[in-house]
């Protein structure tokens, strides 16, 4: 998320041609760790390294396992081969972004984060190629801190459909129900804004996320069945 002065705006995209249910985020295969630890950070390119023409340095947004936060770290990238985080207490990934390039201005390759050190364990992919931040349209909002949503923009290049902000609760506690604190709002191709004369009230510790749903399905075709979102939050 991008904060000015507390205000800020959670962006995202993805890809949705299912007419199914699906959070918006450029990236796929986003999951909670289970456990505070330091990870790791790779590239599927050779040029993200410290003296390449891609991304040099990453910086990314975390809490820990008793969801204080936020915290930002960065690390110095090292091509394929994985940089540990200087960071121990890595539980929930908020967002990162390419903080330092090479002449090409953006990440060549896909950023990913591993559950362990050394490239250990499983992966969560983070930004994909040329995209230098994460583009997730969710966010995380720390114990005993408030966060007040003002509004959701939101189109797609292929149809319309509807749109609803789920929150969890708190992402220390397993099993809980999404519960749908926006409504279900609909959407056009061309933005689609909806604005709040009353802010949503979201205490933390939480976690909420935009899901979109397409009205039909429909082919997926280079660019196409892309869904664009952000919400306008203040914390």
């Known amino acids: 998320m991008s904060v000015i002065n507390g205000v800020g705006i959670v962006v995202g995209y993805g890809q949705n041609n299912n007419a199914s249910q699906q959070v918006v985020r450029a990236t796929s295969g986003y999951r909670f760790y289970t456990s505070a630890a330091q990870r790791s950070i790779a590239s599927s390119s050779a040029l993200d390294t410290s003296s390449g023409t891609g991304a040099q340095q990453v910086s990314y947004v975390y809490y ?3 969801m204080n936060g936020p915290f930002t770290d960065t690390v110095t990238l090292n091509g394929t081969s994985a940089v540990n985080t200087n960071a121990t207490n890595i539980m929930f ?5 390419i903080s330092q ?3 090409d201005n953006t990440n060549d390759g896909t950023i990913t984060f591993f559950d362990n050190v050394a490239g250990g364990g499983g992966t969560i992919s983070c930004i994909a ?3 230098n931040f994460t583009f997730w349209s969710h966010h995380f909002v720390a114990a005993n801190a408030v966060c007040h949503i ?3 923009t939101v189109s797609a290049s292929f149809q319309t459909g509807t749109m609803v902000i789920f929150q969890t609760g708190s992402p220390l506690v397993t099993n809980v129900p999404q519960v749908n604190i926006s409504g279900t709002l609909r959407h056009d191709t061309v933005a689609t804004q909806i ?4 802010p949503i009230y979201v205490a933390g510790p939480n976690f909420f996320f935009l899901a979109e749903t397409p009205d039909t399905a429909t082919a ?3 660019i196409n069945n892309i869904v664009y979102a952000n919400i ?3 914390s």
């Open 64 to 66: 820990d396992n008793n």
């Open 93 to 97: 990934l908020e967002s990162a972004s």
């Open 101 to 103: 390039t090479g002449t």
């Open 129 to 131: 190629p040329g995209d």
């Open 150 to 152: 003002h509004g959701i």
């Open 195 to 198: 604005r709040w004369d009353i």
């Open 220 to 222: 997926l075709t280079n």
């Open 232 to 234: 306008q939050v203040e």
